[in-house]
């Protein structure tokens, strides 16, 4: 029963972080992109904490790693914040996209 749960709750994050990876990078409208990048930027810190947590107490290097893709989501909203050129907003567009993918590909392989 528990690990259906599970499965049902992996389903459901790996869809929103396709749909909402795919929004991030096709929507035109920058009020709407821009709302989209910084949800994604908090779902990519959700995800890493989801990813730490789950793992036991003497897992160091794997919990290190989980806080790691978090911290890329940290990263990219200071950069999209404080770079003014494009080329800043689509640097901070792919670390989100590496933090997002990476940690539920972290959750799904237990690394």
Do not use: C, H
Not at 66 to 89: D, Y
């Amino acid at each position: 029963m528990a690990l259906g749960i599970l499965l049902i709750l992996f389903v459901v994050m790996s869809v929103i972080s396709i749909l909402g990876l795919l929004f991030m990078y096709l929507v035109k409208d920058e009020r709407k992109k821009k709302l989209i990048f910084y949800v994604m930027a908090v779902w990519g810190m959700a995800v890493a904490v989801l990813g730490a947590m789950s793992l036991p107490e003497n897992y160091v290097t794997s919990q290190a790693v989980a806080w790691g893709l978090g911290a890329l989501s940290v990263a990219a909203l200071i950069i999209n914040l404080t770079g003014k050129k494009e080329a800043a907003g689509r640097l901070a567009q792919l670390l989100i996209t590496v933090s997002v993918v990476g940690g539920v590909l972290k959750i799904f392989f237990f690394i």
